[in-house]
C-alpha cells in the first residue's frame, strides 16, 4: 500500500510540461506568418529588420521574444490599444508550443 501513495503522490507532484518539445518546420512557419501578419501594415526600417529576424528565428520560443518588438512597431504605428490586441491575438499560435504559464496576455 505505502508504494501505491508513493507512487500517486509522485504522480501529483510532477510539474506537467504541456508544451511539445520541437515543432516542425510547418508549424514553425505558421508562427511566423501569424507574425509577420500581425505587423504586415507597419513601414519602416524597423519593421524590415523585425521580419527578417522573424523570417531567420529557429525556434517557438525566439518567435515569441520577437513580439515584443512587434508591440512596439504596431503602437508607434497605431496605438497601445491596437498594438495589444494583436499581440494578445497572437497567443493562439504558439499554445502548444511554449508552457502555458509564458503565454501571458498584455493588458
Same mark, same amino acid.
Given at each position: 500500500?505505502?508504494?501505491?501513495?508513493? !507512487?500517486? &503522490?509522485?504522480?501529483?507532484?510532477?510539474? !506537467?510540461?504541456?508544451?511539445?518539445?520541437?515543432?516542425? /518546420?510547418?508549424? /514553425?512557419?505558421? &508562427?511566423?506568418?501569424?507574425?509577420?501578419?500581425?505587423? @504586415?501594415?507597419?513601414?519602416?526600417?524597423? +519593421? *524590415?529588420?523585425?521580419?527578417? $529576424?522573424?523570417?531567420?528565428? /529557429?525556434? +517557438? $520560443? @525566439?518567435?515569441?521574444?520577437?513580439?515584443?518588438?512587434?508591440?512596439?512597431?504596431?503602437?508607434?504605428?497605431?496605438? *497601445?490599444? +491596437?498594438?495589444?490586441?494583436?499581440?494578445?491575438?497572437?497567443?493562439?499560435?504558439? @499554445?502548444?508550443?511554449? @508552457?502555458?504559464?509564458? /503565454?501571458? !496576455?498584455?493588458?
Amino acid at each position: 500500500m505505502i508504494p501505491t501513495i508513493a !507512487r500517486i &503522490i509522485r504522480g501529483t507532484l510532477k510539474p !506537467r510540461s504541456t508544451a511539445r518539445k520541437t515543432p516542425t /518546420l510547418k508549424d /514553425l512557419q505558421v &508562427i511566423r506568418n501569424a507574425l509577420l501578419q500581425c505587423v @504586415e501594415d507597419c513601414d519602416s526600417a524597423p +519593421a *524590415q529588420r523585425l521580419r527578417h $529576424k522573424i523570417a531567420h528565428t /529557429l525556434t +517557438a $520560443k @525566439e518567435l515569441w521574444m520577437l513580439r515584443n518588438d512587434a508591440y512596439q512597431l504596431i503602437s508607434q504605428q497605431h496605438n *497601445q490599444t +491596437a498594438a495589444a490586441a494583436r499581440i494578445n491575438d497572437l497567443i493562439s499560435s504558439f @499554445e502548444g508550443w511554449l @508552457e502555458p504559464s509564458q /503565454l501571458v !496576455r498584455i493588458k
